[in-house]
């Protein structure tokens, strides 16, 4: 399935000025000046085995006087460490371009109003609508802060997504941080203050609960943020919740299971987490919890009976966060605060316990929501319906937008005179390369070279069409094409994915038409072989041309036995293999 990785990386001013009134207030914004952890979080990538996705690095600056500063400083990051990955800058120009198309295109201002690159659950909105645009099928959310250890994060990452387990298809998979020493628990210290607010401990239990038990897959009451991968079934109805202060990861959670998806925690799925050590005051890092729990908790208890929705209580997210967003959270803000007020004035930080009481105050009369937040989510909710149905409609104006930031853009322009040249020797190590011509001599190689040739086509250029008469057998090259078919309202149903060393065309052995569409994801190059040639060579060299007859009807019987286990895991059983699951 076609996958983009989405990344934001969060810039402020330079370390001499510092923060400015009317800045956007983030946990460790990079000053302007210093290079960041985003090149290292770069760099840990390069160990993947698979890096078969697109990349966006979504550019978030403190304010718009240095967005311009931001981008350079991003993009040469981006360019230095060399992933060699499709990589796309999503900055607030191409915001600005994507609303003034809007706006011309007559889509209402409240829904508009979502392309916002200001606070953190935005910030996650533009992850997953970049990740939208360049048409997408799982989006996978890692933070800038992060190391990538596991080679093989990527197929983790997208083992169970999409497919059936327990009776349930899997739209979200949430991964876990390991901290600096190698284990799943934050890295703090349990101090007195915390006694009634044991946030760190409940999530503890949480842990252990989830992460720490098989089996492997399970419904979990929290995600993180950095570590969250997102079928477009999910985020294409459920949008990050704009009102949300902090929190915005377990907070989409709620919402999501409000809208009848559950997320799974994958506990094969971890990625390091190191950010740099908080500067914020715990009084300051106490109230914004205050204000999130509240938040969270007047959503839960603002629900009421909604068609194709579900109610949820505190009790589904137990032990954390479910423990804070009971009628217990007034009784905890107030003890928690009045012993943090106490921590600080034994230590004469007079100021410290004054903003320590007035959480107090905060907490009855000003972070509860002023309007009902589940009606203000419902309604948030459409307007993100409408904007996924208006990118729809108009994806190839908005793309174009898009590809303006393409830095690693392949060159897609298709020389045919190129590849008619092609010659003899490297079309018989194209041929080499694969697996299944292991067995196959030198000799056997250049037959099949002489009666092959290479074509390429450009992203989502048509290599066949359903109703198309061709008897031509395919031999992935390079990139990846789709295999498709249209609905009623001609949106393409994807069927497959065929990637690099993949075969096409077998069915040709028995039928001259194509039944699908066949569509280039991105740049593809393809070796064919026509059925007429192959026939000749079966009569020239029998021997050899039924060799080569048997590794296209292999190929075919493979892809007919995983098609029978998935009709069969998914409609019959129910559930997908679990053999690995514990």
Known sequence: MRTVVVIPTYWGRKNEIGFKEGDIVYDHATPIDEEGTLGRTL????????????????ICPTHMEIEHEAEEKARKIVKGVKLEVETYLFTRKTLKKIKRFGRNSQLKE????LLSLQGYANVRNMCIFASHLLNSDITVLIDDDEVIENPDFMDIAREFIGKRVYGETVYGVAGYYLNKYGNYYDDVNIEPWMTYWNRFGSKSKAF??????????????????????VHKNLYQIVAFDPNIPRGEDIDYLINAKMFGFDFFLDNKLSIKHLPPKQTHPIWKRTREDIYRFIYEKSKIDSQYEVSNMRIVSAKDFFPYPGEFLTDELENKIFKTNLLLALEYLANNE???CKESIKNIYLSIHEAIPKKDPFTAYRK??????????FTLENKKEIRRIMEEKNLFKVDVTVDKEHYEKIGLEEKKEILKK???FKDFSEEELEKIARISAVKAYKEDEFIFKEGDEDSSFYIMIRGCLRIIKYNERNEEIILADICSGEFLGETAIVNERHRVNAVASEFVELLFLKQENLELLIKEDPKLGNKLLLVFLEKLSKKLDKTNRLFQENYILGSSSLSDMD
């Open 43 to 58: 760099e840990s990538m390069k160990i993947l085995k698979k890096k078969d996705f697109k990349l966006v690095v979504l």
């Open 208 to 229: 252990d609960k989830i992460i720490g038990c098989g089996p492997r897959l399970k419904h979990t009451p929290f995600v993180f943020g950095g570590a969250m991968v």
């Open 380 to 389: 948030i909710q459409k307007y993100w319906e409408k904007l996924i149905d």
């Open 110 to 113: 409240n829904v508009l109003s």
């Open 350 to 352: 007079v100021e410290a």
């Open 434 to 436: 694969m697996k299944e």
